[in-house]
């Protein structure tokens, strides 16, 4: 451990004492080990270190996570957390902490974490503030996502999100991360439930749709969800949605209401665009086929990186942009090269969702700092 400006104290990737080094990533593991205890005045605080990395594959991607008391409030029968501990014993000047995560693998430093204040080293311009709206998870609301400078509808009435160093990649609603998918090429999983119910209903959807329908009652309206006042939501019966005219498939009701309700946001952002009613069918039936995998991570051709789209959040009014080059992971070189898509699927049930985790890939571009005395989330361009 070392001293970083007045009464602020950080942790980097390098070996400090008798502590193990934290240096972020190397082995596929998921656990939560004890690392040990760290004095502060009077009292003891417990360092946890929480390993969520990936295989050595994923070269410059920060996998580790240094459990030091991120959450706002503090959890009964725990241990008390290192944040909370500094704050109260006077040790730092500002209650605040902030990460900076390397992403040149060529350097030694992997990153680094200040309590007590920022590095300005670290950042280019200001931060961009934005109030917590649950504590505990330092989550936050955001705006809408864009793919090449285009609506994808879902969020542009508002989602959660939460910053989370601790999640490797960006992880959002399916709605969403099958459109990334297709715009990128990522490889996915062809839906039949998509294709069936888009197959059976897709026309009917659009003709409600142009008749101006509240988009939230379409599934609902045609039988295959039932409205709750917000949204739709599983009618809980088994239907039969034909697939061609040789045969049928039988699918449950949860897959078909969300293959609807995914549909009805697929459809409005192409009406949106003025395209034609063959071109939006086709397109949906295009999403269909990419999916994102039920495993997580999706590959991609590494040859077509330079012409990929970005893909942007609003985050307090303000556009933060990833390029293909930021959000895709490549390793190795040359023909054995790999690349891998940031963007993973993450579908969480209201109430609680939808939500966004901005992980590594995107603390990676952004330099993050969490405000506890002000209850606030920043970003800043990472330098």
């Given at each position: 451990m070392y001293e970083k400006g007045e009464e602020a104290y950080s942790w980097s990737g390098d070996a400090v004492g008798d502590w193990e080094a934290l240096a972020w990533g190397s082995t596929h593991m998921k656990k939560r080990t004890t690392v040990g205890l760290c004095s502060y005045g009077e009292e003891n605080t417990r360092l946890w270190r929480w390993a969520q990395t990936r295989p050595s594959k994923w070269g410059q991607s920060i996998s580790l996570y240094v459990w030091a008391g991120t959450g706002i409030y503090l959890e009964p029968n725990r241990a008390t957390v290192l944040r909370y501990n500094m704050i109260k014993q006077g040790l730092v000047k500002e209650p605040v902490f902030s990460f900076w995560f390397n992403r040149n693998a060529d350097e030694g430093e992997g990153g680094e974490i200040v309590f007590g204040g920022v590095d300005p080293n670290h950042y280019k311009g200001e931060h961009t503030y934005v109030p917590v709206t649950q504590k505990g998870y330092w989550q936050f609301d955001m705006g809408d996502v864009h793919i090449d400078g285009q609506s994808t509808g879902f969020c542009a009435g508002g989602c959660a999100a939460i910053a989370d160093s601790g999640t490797s990649l960006i992880a959002g609603p399916m709605t969403v991360i099958a459109e990334i998918n297709q715009k990128i090429g990522a490889s996915?999983?062809?839906?039949?439930?998509?294709?069936?119910?888009?197959?059976?209903?897709g026309e009917q959807i659009l003709d409600m749709l142009l008749s101006e329908t509240e988009p939230t009652k379409v599934c609902s309206r045609i039988g295959l969800c039932t409205f709750d006042g917000t949204h739709?939501?599983?009618?809980?019966?088994?239907?039969?949605?034909?697939?061609?005219?040789?045969?049928s498939s039988g699918l449950q009701s949860d897959a078909i209401c969300?293959?609807?309700?995914?549909?009805?946001?697929?459809m409005q952002n192409q009406l949106r665009q003025n395209q034609t009613q063959e071109r939006v069918l086709n397109y949906i039936n295009e999403l269909c086929e990419r999916l994102p995998s039920p495993m997580g991570e999706s590959s991609v051709?590494?040859?077509?990186?330079?012409?990929?789209?970005?893909?942007?959040?609003?985050?307090?009014?303000?556009?933060?942009?990833?390029?293909?080059?930021?959000?895709?992971?490549?390793?190795?070189e040359g023909a054995a090269a790999q690349c891998i898509s940031g963007f993973i699927a993450l579908d969480v049930p209201p109430p609680r969702g939808p939500i966004w985790i901005l992980g590594d890939v995107f603390m990676g571009v952004y330099h993050t700092v969490f405000d506890y005395g002000n209850l606030r989330v920043g970003f800043a361009e990472a330098a």
């Open positions: 996915g999983v062809v839906s039949q439930e998509c294709k069936a119910v888009v197959a059976q209903y739709g939501v599983s009618i809980g019966i088994e239907s039969m949605v034909n697939v061609n005219a040789d045969g969300s293959v609807c309700e995914m549909a009805v946001v697929w051709d590494c040859a077509a990186i330079s012409s990929m789209p970005g893909v942007s959040f609003t985050i307090g009014n303000k556009t933060f942009e990833l390029t293909a080059e930021q959000y895709i992971l490549k390793v190795g």
